[in-house]
């Protein structure tokens, strides 16, 4: 009876051991740098993408594969023990993407690659066929003549530029959200756009548009960049350029999603929470490997790895895969109406959504008070090759409701030279993503998570 005494005993010390942080003596440093580099070593976040993309595959919001990918978290946030595991509806109006096509067909003849933008309206069974008005910008479309473009297809070129931390994106994404709609003004029968990214594939780039109550709506697609480059060069001919288009995408039923949460539950303060994740949907083009299965990897894996150490951080990890980001954010703005009443108890947060490429540098938007804490990331950090920026950053795009309520964040910024060379394509595939890198960001979220989860001091804006 004895030994069986002791042996519980020891049982249950080592049980406390998994779920509560060590005392005082533990050097904390060396915690974190241990599970730093069992990180880099780690392929675990590599198999989670691996899984979500090969037996999920694209997660457009309202798509069978939605629910199957709702499923298939739960699944895997179980399978790698994390404490605790739920979710959160989140409903929404649902677009059908259905077959598209587009050509020009005068003066020269010559198909175009081409694909609908979301929630685009459908041109008719038959397509239409206008001449094309050309538009550098939408900034020109904008400046142009009231009726400048009356019963034509309008096509804006401007291309966008590539830069490692991605802001070439925001100039030339205005033409993607706003084009139908400055487009309509003018008397136009469809808007077409050069595809927002920086490849040269014949992959075209989907992505959301928008229309505006009062504007009449008009078909919205996107042309791949060498496409949009021979219409530049026919337009340079002088010539009357025709084009067919044929859009059949159309709206679908409301649906109920879900948010996926899972938390590695703190060793001192679990109701206070250190949010991390990425959003679970995708677009339907490719199989969402780099936008934004690599966030949905990356944060299981740093919290997996946090969770199973012998030493729990004071606070929780809680890991939230957002639903419906890529429509609107609409799994964020869920999150925020759900948790506002409990927003006192969200730490700080940062969200992985800008693919696989290794960290080079993070920031901060924490008081003053805080920043010593921020110092010991930047220590942990730097073995990485990750430098420290500024205390004024910004919220990855699920965290922005969260932030505008007054959370602290955090930015970990990746390598973003190619990110747009697959964003929205066809070409968003596990091939695509490299290991190395992806178990690099593995270990900056887990010092990230861990320090601030761990940190005597309340982390605050």
Do not use: C
């Not at 599970?35 to 997660?59: F, N, P, Q, W």
């Not at 139908?180 to 490849?199: W, Y």
């Not at 409301?254 to 899972?262: D, G, L, M």
Request: avoid cysteine; glycine fraction near 8%; proline fraction near 4%.
């Amino acid at each position: 009876m004895k030994k069986i005494s002791i042996l519980l005993g020891i049982l249950i010390s080592v049980g406390v051991s998994l779920i509560v942080n060590a005392d005082s003596k533990v050097d904390e440093l060396k915690v974190v740098a241990s599970i730093r580099d069992e990180a880099l070593k780690s392929e675990l976040a590599y198999d989670i993408l691996e899984s979500l993309t090969t037996e999920v595959g694209h997660r457009m919001a309202g798509t069978p594969q939605d629910a199957l990918a709702v499923k298939w978290a739960v699944d895997k946030f179980k399978k790698l023990g994390f404490d605790k595991v739920w979710t959160e509806p989140v409903t929404f109006k649902t677009w059908v993407r259905k077959a598209e096509s587009a050509e020009v067909t005068a003066p020269y003849q010559h198909s175009l690659k081409v694909t609908a933008l979301g929630f685009s309206i459908p041109t008719s069974k038959q397509g239409l066929e206008a001449e094309v008005v050309h538009f550098r910008t939408l900034e020109d479309l904008i400046a142009s003549p009231q009726n400048s473009a009356q019963g034509k297809i309008v096509f804006i070129s401007r291309k966008m530029q590539r830069f490692r931390s991605g802001k070439g994106y925001g100039p030339a994404v205005k033409a993607r959200g706003n084009g139908a709609v400055q487009a309509a003004l003018k008397g136009a029968v469809a808007v077409v756009i050069r595809s927002i990214g920086t490849d040269s594939h014949r992959l075209p780039h989907t992505g959301m548009m928008h229309y505006k109550k009062g504007v009449t709506k008009i078909p919205a697609a996107a042309i791949s960049n060498p496409d949009a480059d021979l219409l530049v060069r026919i337009f340079e001919r002088k010539k009357t350029v025709k084009m067919k288009l044929q859009l059949n995408s159309h709206d679908g039923p409301e649906y109920t999603s879900q948010n996926v949460i899972a938390e590695m539950t703190g060793s001192v303060w679990p109701n206070e929470k250190v949010v991390i994740g990425g959003h679970l949907d995708s677009w339907d083009l490719g199989t969402g490997a780099v936008d934004d299965g690599a966030g949905v990897a990356i944060t299981m894996a740093a919290a997996k790895l946090i969770g199973k150490s012998q030493y729990r951080p004071k606070r929780t990890i809680r890991v939230v895969l957002w639903a419906n980001e890529e429509q609107g954010l609409v799994g964020a703005k869920a999150y925020a109406k759900k948790h506002k009443e409990d927003l006192a108890n969200h730490v700080t947060g940062a969200e992985s959504d800008f693919g696989a490429g290794k960290i080079y540098a993070f920031a901060s938007n924490v008081a003053e008070n805080n920043l010593p804490v921020v110092k010991k990331m930047a220590k942990l950090m730097k073995p990485l090759g990750i430098e420290y920026i500024d205390n004024q950053s910004g919220p990855g795009p699920d965290l922005i409701p969260m932030y505008q309520l007054g959370m602290s964040v955090f930015s970990l910024r990746q390598d973003g030279t190619d990110y747009f060379d697959l964003h929205h394509t066809a070409d968003d595939t596990l091939d695509k993503v490299d290991p190395e890198s992806l178990a690099q960001n593995v270990a900056a979220y887990v010092v990230f998570a861990y320090v601030a989860a761990n940190s005597e001091q309340k982390i605050s804006r």
